[in-house]
């Protein structure tokens, strides 16, 4: 089956500029999570999406992130006004409801923020 | 709120060895699922080996096999006959049931070298 697709790969820009990244998930995941992983750090969840409706969004800095999944399929995570401390590695994956037998990852986007 | 811990922040093996990687956990909740994921530079996350907490029997995967202590909260991930291949940060995870909400946290990993 096809994986997760995540674009762009890498990403460099100037802070207070805005970006986005697109996530495909696997097809039949409902369930698509964005999660931000700092160097030397592990996942960090920022927004669950169950369907195209949001589940959790606790850990998402809503002054600045934003994201959506429109028709419960792709999702898009968009930053505006990137910080510097935004420099990261986003990470979209994509799971049955529950996630009980593991989530299926994409190669994530490398954002430089300088 | 559920923690993971990884207490080794780097571990090294010679090729063909055995590599015991070590996480403990924090709920007290008696049903879960802890996994282990394996990023190697790629960055991608691979699912390296699931346990449900109410299953007694250590799960194993091939060369990959955990030892699941529910008592001590502990998660441990042994790594027999160490390839080239295997080096990567791994990442100790645990999903809670919680209705519809549940969500992966991951530790802050362990970066495995395997050394020829």
């Known amino acids: 089956e096809a994986g997760v697709a995540q674009s762009p790969r890498y990403k460099i820009i100037e802070k207070r500029q805005s970006v986005a990244f697109w996530c495909n998930p696997i097809?039949?995941?409902?369930?698509l999570y964005w999660y931000q992983q700092i160097l030397g750090q592990g996942p960090k969840l920022l927004i669950q999406f169950q369907n195209n409706g949001v589940v959790d969004d606790s850990q998402l800095p809503k002054d600045r992130f934003s994201a959506e999944r429109l028709k419960g399929v792709d999702s898009t995570l968009k930053i505006q006004p990137a910080k510097l401390e935004d420099s990261a590695v986003y990470l979209c994956a994509s799971s049955f409801p529950g996630g009980f037998y593991g989530y299926t990852f994409g190669s994530g986007t490398r954002l430089t923020v300088v | 709120a559920q923690t993971v811990t990884q207490s080794q922040p780097e571990m090294s093996v010679q090729e063909a060895e055995t590599v015991t990687l070590s996480c403990t956990y924090d709920t007290s909740e008696s049903n879960y699922y802890l996994f282990w994921y394996k990023q190697p530079p790629s960055r991608q996350m691979i699912l390296v080996i699931r346990?449900?907490?109410?299953?007694?029997q250590n799960a194993t995967e091939n060369r990959f096999s955990v030892n699941f202590q529910k008592a001590a909260k502990s998660f441990s991930l042994k790594i027999s006959d160490s390839q080239l291949g295997d080096t990567a940060m791994y990442f100790c995870?645990?999903?809670?049931?919680?209705?519809?909400?549940?969500?992966?946290?991951f530790g802050k990993g362990t970066k495995l070298t395997v050394n020829p």
């Open positions: 995870a645990f999903i809670l049931p919680q209705g519809g909400s549940e969500k992966l946290v």
């Open positions: 097809s039949g995941h409902a369930t």
């Open positions: 346990q449900e907490a109410y299953k007694q």
